[in-house]
DNA sequence: TTGAAAGCGTTACCAC
DNA sequence: GTGGTAACGCTTTCAA
C-alpha cells in the first residue's frame, strides 16, 4: 500500500529517474514509456510524498494565508477566493487565524512562520506591526496583501478613500447635511481601512462646505456593533443626523436593524448607505458601494504565483473602484422635504 | 540566511546528530550541551525545514480540515476552535473548502486527500457519500468528524434531536400549539442536521398530541433564507403560527426580520425559537439552545490527536446536551391569551 | 553523552 | 531517451 515511485518504476520496467521524468513533467520520455509509466502509477494508486517533493524541489506546492478574523464576511469571502483559485492549481492552503492581541498572533508570527511551510503568504487585512512586518521579510518568501496598507509588497484593495467619498456624495446630492460616518473601533487600534474611509467622507463634507454638519460616530465594526452605536445615535430624535454612511456594509445593517427597532423609517426619516454589498444588503434594501472579495482572494493569488515564479518582480498595487448598487436605504432627508413642501405652498 | 541544523551543530560545536537530539527532544543531551545549541539555534533564527522533518519521521506535524461552508457561523467558529487547538500544539492546519457540489470538492477528495499532507483530518459537517467515504478510508489517516452522521469515525456534535424536542417543548409550555418548524433546504439535499431536528420537533409535537398542528417551512439554512421563508409564511395573517422554531439561529433570526418588517410583533404575536446561540441571538433577543462550535472544534483535535498517537484506538461518539438560554422572543400566544382572558371575563 | 552514517521519497545532474 | 547517483535537511540507529 505505501508505493512510492520506485514501486511505480518497478512494475513499468523503468528506472526510478524516468519513473519521476515521466510522471511531473521534467525531461525527454518516449510518450510510450510515459503512457506505461502512468498506468503503472494508476494502478497501485501512487500519489508522490508531498514532503519528499518539497525537500527535493524546494517548492512546497502551498500558500499560507494569514487574516485577523474568519467570522466576518469581507474575510470569509476573501478565504474563499483564495481557496478556490488555489485549489484550480493543485495548490494547499494553510491557514492563520491571527487575531491581534492574541497570543495565537504572536506565535504565528515568531514560530510558525519560520518554517517555511509554503512557498508565499498571503495576507489579508493584517496591518502587521513593526516586530510582525520584520518577520515576514525575515521569512524570505514572497507576500502579497488583500488590503494592505504598505507599498513593499504587492496588494490588492478597493480605493476606501473613493469609497467612502462616492457614498457620502450621494447623500449629499440627496439633500443630506447632517450625516453621521459610523465606524473605527472606539477603543481597539483603528483599521486602516476605516481611517481611509473615514477621511473619504470628510473630504467630501469639505468639499460640499458642510464640514461642520459631519458627525463621526465610533463603532465596533459588526452588525451589533453598527446596531449598539445606532440605537446610542438615534436615541434622540432632536438632534440626529438624516443620514448615516456605515463603514462598512455590517455596519450599516446594524444601523438600519436599530432604526427599525425604534421606530424610525429608513429612508424616509433616516438615510442609510454602506460599503461592500454584503449578503444581506439585498435583503435590507441597502444601497452600497460594491466590492467582491473573492474576486480579490483570486488576484491576489494570481500576483503571489506571478511572485513566486519571479521573486525579482517589483511590488505592483492594484486599487479597483467600488461601483454604487441603488438599492431603496436612500431617498432625500425629511426636513429637506419639508423645506421643499413650504416652498411649494408659499408658490 | 539559509540555515539548516548543520549550521547550529557547527555554531554550538557539536555534531548534526547531537544537535538534532538537543533541539527536538530524543535521547541524552547533557544540560549543557543542550543550552549551549539551544542558544546557537535562537543566534541564527534556526527552524527546521517542515518538509525534511516530514520526510525523516513520517509526520506532517500538519492537520486537515474540511467543510463545506467558511461563510457561515456554526462553520466559522468551529474552524477558530480548531486553529487554537492546533496552535498550542505547534501544529498547522490545512483547510479545504468542500462546497457540495462543486467541481473543487470532487478534487479535494479525488487529488488532495491523496497526498497525505496531514496526520489526520477533521471534516466539519461533511456528510460524504459513498465514493467519497472510500476515498476518505483510502487516505489511511484517522479522521474525526465534528457534526458527523456515521460511527466509524470518532465525532462530537450537539443532540440535535434533543435539542430541537426541549426546544418544541418551551414553545408547547407557554401554549402554542400551531408551531412551525422552518428549515431544510427546498432544493438540496438535506442536511443530516435539519433532519434530526425536525424529527425532534415531530416527536414532541406528537407527544403533546397536536402532531396536525405542526408545521414544516422549507428554507435555505441562512438569514436570507429564513427571512423569506418568513415573509412567506407570515403573509397571511388567517392561518399564521402563533410560533416558529428554526432549523437553527440564522433561520430563526431571519425570521424575526421578517416578522419586523411585516409588522408582526415578537414575541406578542408571533414567538420564535432557535438553536446555536449565534452571535447576533442576543441582538434580536432571541431565545436559543445554546452549543459553543469553539469548543467542539477543539474537543475534535483532542480526539485526532488521540487517534494519531494510537491508530488502533476505537471511535467514540461524543454528543453535547444544548443548554436553553432564555431570552424574550418566546411569550404565550396570542389566541392563548385571549382564551385567558374570555375565561376570566366569564368567572 | 556524543558522533558517524544510514535512511526518508523525490528530483536533477551527468554520463551513457 | 534512459539509468545511476548525488543531493534535499532532518531523525535515528548503532558504535564508540
Redesign the pocket.
Known sequence: M????????RRA??????????????????E???SRVRRAAYEIG????T???S????RTQNVGVVMPYLNRWFFAEVLEGIQTALLERGLDLTLYDAEPGTDGRRRIFDDFLARKRFDGLIAVGLEPDDHEVERLVAMGRPVVSVVGAGSETSSVAIDDEHAARRATEHLLELGHRRIAFVGGEPDHHWAQVDRSRLRGFHTAMEDAGCADEAIHIRSEVTIPGGYAAAVDALGDSRDRPTAILGTCDEVAIGAIIAARRLGVQVPSQLSVVGIDDHEFAEMFSLTTLRQVPREQGAAAVELLLDHIADPDRPPEQTSLKARMVMRSSTAPPPTHMTAAAADMRRE
Not at 505505501?2 to 518504476?9: K, L, Q, Y
Open positions: 505505501a508505493s512510492g515511485i520506485e514501486d511505480v518504476a520496467g523503468v528506472s526510478k529517474s524516468t519513473a519521476s521524468r515521466a510522471l511531473s513533467g521534467g525531461g525527454y520520455v518516449s510510450e514509456t510515459r501512487y500519489a508522490p510524498s514532503s519528499a517533493v525537500l527535493a524541489t524546494g
